[in-house]
């Protein structure tokens, strides 16, 4: 049970490059979701997915987009790389997407440098 | 949306005191609240969490405690080892079912 796995684990990028961070998770969890982490700025959750096929925005969504198609995986994609986006990403997913006592578990990160 | 804060930013303790790290939520709606810890180079993991129809839980050297009606929750950890320093990141979920985390505390041990 490998729990959360995000992949690259570090990444530069050059200013207007795209690419997609791979998330996948093998707890058949509903509820998939991508945060940043800056810092002093806490966590801050960008995109998220309570199921295959559906997902919304979060607090911070500008520049990236998601996509579920399978249970398993939900990529992040950013789409013009910007140094704005220099963070540490962190994907994370629950077993229900409502309801108290509804752990959350986070991938170990990828960290992102935008040149 | 709900806004959570807690304080104080950075924490120093000898090894074997108590820490305390409390934070604020602004929600009266929210009805769980859970606390991350997150080892450098980590991503959080949950340690210990409460709902809101329970004022304290324990879990070893680590408890929760809540206070409804002032919107407040600590997390207390007793005899702090080396291995408790980290960044600990409180949340709460509030009436939308969205998990609003607070900025992180960083806590030192000094052995």
């Known amino acids: 049970n490998a729990g959360v796995t995000q992949t690259p684990k570090f990444q530069v990028l050059k200013t207007g490059q795209s690419m997609t961070l791979q998330c996948a998770q093998d707890?058949?969890?509903?509820?998939m979701s991508w945060y940043r982490q800056d810092p002093g700025m806490g966590l801050r959750l960008i995109h998220y997915s309570v199921g295959a096929g559906i997902t919304d925005q979060g607090e911070v969504p500008n520049g990236y987009n998601v996509s579920r198609s399978t249970t398993e995986d939900f990529p992040l994609r950013l789409l013009s790389a910007a140094p704005s986006q220099t963070s540490v990403y962190f994907c994370?997913?629950?077993?229900?997407?409502?309801?108290?006592?509804?752990?959350?578990?986070f991938g170990e990160g990828s960290w992102l440098t935008v040149v | 949306g709900e806004n959570v804060e807690q304080h104080p930013s950075t924490l120093s303790v000898q090894e074997g005191d108590s820490a305390v790290i409390k934070c604020t939520y602004s929600d009266s709606a929210s009805n769980y609240f859970p606390w991350y810890k997150q080892e450098l180079g980590k991503g959080p993991q949950l340690i210990i969490d409460i709902r809101s129809n329970v004022g304290e839980k324990k879990d070893q050297r680590i408890a929760v405690t809540l206070n409804k009606t002032a919107k407040h929750f600590s997390l207390h950890i007793t005899e702090t080892q080396p291995e408790d320093s980290a960044v600990y990141f409180c949340a709460a979920l509030d009436g939308n079912n969205r998990l609003a985390f607070g900025k992180g505390n960083q806590v030192v041990v000094i052995p």
């Open positions: 707890m058949n969890h509903e509820y």
């Open positions: 994370a997913s629950s077993y229900r997407y409502r309801g108290a006592g509804n752990t959350i578990y």
